[in-house]
């Protein structure tokens, strides 16, 4: 439980930083593109002051990722005794694609102006991207091939006939990087949306925090889109291939056709539901995209293999807070187009400010979902927890001394951003970088 409680906290921590990680360079690239195509400085500064902010978390993720990869041996070495050898691949590729992100990333940040052209620099945007969504990606199919494993057989308690390749295009590969990247471009916007929306309402800056309001808000409603897109794929691969799963996320214990769908609501010792809101056949339909689609009911399992109930609500948070970013976002964009709209009112921009916690919260429910849901398996079909975990002494110690890290690297993270930013306006700054009197290049 130890070990478990402590790689938990290790992930709940560094996926916020992981996100940032893979969602930023992106939310740059847009900015950077948009302020040369429309030679307008506003743009070009927020790329420029998001990219400082950037590097600060970036650092904070080496870190945390580190203590994964640490853990990972420390807490488990019947599963890296198994599983490390096949999964070596991935594990390496996105180490290599996380030094590939950091070198441009230096040069990006260093080369401000020293090109004649504008576009030049901008191109180093895609070697960051390509890597920073290449090291998400890679990553992810680790998680994968936990939970649907191939590309070896288990003989004596070791794998033979390895083969990494399939190993890392296991059928979980797809819907999961597709759900992650997706997912973490989106939680990004709404983080930089929920940052402009605030300075508005404190009314700090002009222009330049409504231009970053709405181009972040449009990437928002693209991206929620998209995550949507992801978790109905994601429900349909969970139907085919995790089936205790999606049961136990959705309260379905009897195997049936036309089977509801179970939103909130609550369940006793004795599995009986109350307080929920039923939406009939919609589970059959998340499932096979039919109301006749057959889902397979919890009770088909064994006991010590269905994943823990409460998982439902993880479930629930996350697509609560998924509609409401799609909702936010199309009405904003509503209100933008619309002549007599205005979507710089109160109550809209306090909407916004909530949906940035609130889209890395789901996030958060998301991974607990993920991973719990999978209990009581840590390599799904051949290895349970129990077995995987360290028997050695002092794991209670390493949880409290990892603990005090993290709860240090938040708070110099938190203090750096804001004396990064305090005092130093963005209007103010764009009038010293680029003063009305300079000729545009």
């Known amino acids: 439980m130890i070990s478990r409680l402590l790689t938990s906290s290790t992930l709940i921590f560094h996926i916020i930083f992981a996100t940032i ?87 990006f940040l260093y080369t401000w102006d020293r090109f004649k052209g504008k576009w030049t620099h901008w191109l180093l945007n895609l070697p960051i991207m390509i890597g920073s969504s290449a090291s998400a990606l890679f990553i992810t199919t680790v998680n994968a091939f936990m939970n649907t494993p191939q590309g070896f057989e288990l003989k004596d308690g070791k794998a033979i006939e390895i083969d990494p390749i399939a190993a890392m295009l296991n059928p979980a590969t797809p819907t999961k990087v597709f759900h992650v990247l997706t997912t973490s471009y989106m939680t990004m916007a709404f983080i930089l949306a929920a940052i402009a929306a605030f300075s508005i309402l404190l009314k700090k800056g002009g222009d330049y925090h409504k231009k970053a309001l709405r181009m972040t808000m449009t990437a928002a409603l693209v991206f929620s889109l998209g995550a949507a897109l992801a978790g ?98 199309f009405l904003f964009i509503l209100l933008w187009k619309w002549k007599k709209g205005n979507e710089f009112n109160k109550p809209l921009l306090w909407g916004i400010v909530a949906s940035g916690p609130l889209a890395m919260l789901a996030i958060e429910f998301g991974w607990i979902y993920a991973e719990v849901g999978r209990q009581p398996w840590i390599l799904r079909g051949y290895m349970k927890i129990a077995e995987a975990a360290t028997h050695a002494d002092g794991v209670a110690w390493i949880f409290a001394m990892f603990l005090a890290l993290y709860l240090m690297l938040g708070i110099l993270c938190v203090v750096v951003l804001i004396r990064m930013f305090k005092n130093k306006p963005a209007e103010a700054e764009l009038e010293k970088r680029f003063p009305a009197n300079r000729k545009e290049e």
């Not at 902010?53 to 990972?72: H, M, N, P, R, W």
């Not at 609501?265 to 039919?290: K, M, Q, V, Y």
């Not at 009911?297 to 948070?317: A, C, Q, T, V």
């Open 232 to 329: 109905d794929l994601s429900a349909k691969f969970l139907a085919e291939y995790q089936p205790e799963k999606l049961a136990a996320g959705e309260w379905h214990f009897e195997t049936e056709k036309n089977a509801d769908l179970i939103v909130f609501g609550t369940i006793d010792e004795n599995n009986e539901i109350s307080n929920e809101i039923r939406l009939p056949g919609f589970l059959s339909f998340l499932a096979g995209s039919s109301f006749d689609t057959e889902v397979i009911g919890l009770n088909d399992f064994p006991e010590d293999e269905r994943p823990p109930l409460w998982i439902h609500y993880m479930f629930d948070g996350m697509v609560s807070i998924g509609m409401f970013s799609i909702f936010i976002s």
């Open 21 to 107: 990680g893979v969602g930023m360079p992106i939310m740059i690239a847009i900015a950077e593109f948009i302020g040369i195509k429309k030679n307008d400085n506003h743009y070009l500064l927020l790329a420029r002051r998001w990219a400082r902010g950037f590097t600060i978390t970036v650092a904070v993720g080496v870190v945390t990722g580190t203590a994964i990869g640490l853990q990972l041996s420390l807490l488990w070495p019947s599963f890296m005794k198994v599983a490390g050898q096949i999964i070596a691949l991935p594990l390496f590729m996105e180490t290599f694609a996380f030094f590939f992100e950091a070198i441009f990333l230096g040069i």
